[in-house]
């Protein structure tokens, strides 16, 4: 009886933890890849699914996001390379520039 109970209930908080792409931003995710284009663009793919932020933006290739060019670029690539290294999941909020998914913020947790 309590291995069932036990099992509902890590399920529950499986549940509760998904990460997933939606609105504006990728919430609990992964940081999979960090790409650099010979133009010094760089593109950020998680673990979500960047495709379902379509209603704000398209992702670049349909799963990248892109770093924005400007003052907190180095910033915010080093918050993505400390999430990438250590294996933390991270909240990555986006905006629209242009057409291309940009990131805006990102939230690092524990």
């Known amino acids: 009886m309590k291995y069932i109970i036990g099992l509902i209930f890590i399920g529950l908080i499986s549940v509760g933890s998904h990460a997933d792409c939606s609105g ?8 999979d ?12 793919q998680t673990s979500g699914n960047e495709s379902a932020l379509t ?9 990248y996001l ?3 060019e400007g003052e907190s670029k180095k910033d915010l690539l080093s918050i ?5 290294v250590s294996g933390k999941n991270t909240t ?8 291309l998914c940009e990131i805006l913020a990102i939230q690092l947790n524990r």
């Open 80 to 84: 993505l390379l400390t999430a990438q």
């Open 33 to 44: 890849q960090i790409y650099l284009k010979a133009s010094g663009t760089y593109l950020i």
């Open 66 to 68: 892109q770093l924005p």
């Open 92 to 99: 990555v909020y986006v905006t629209n520039n242009g057409s």
């Open 55 to 63: 209603s704000t933006c398209a992702a670049y290739g349909g799963k």
């Open 24 to 31: 504006a931003s990728c919430t609990d995710v992964t940081i």
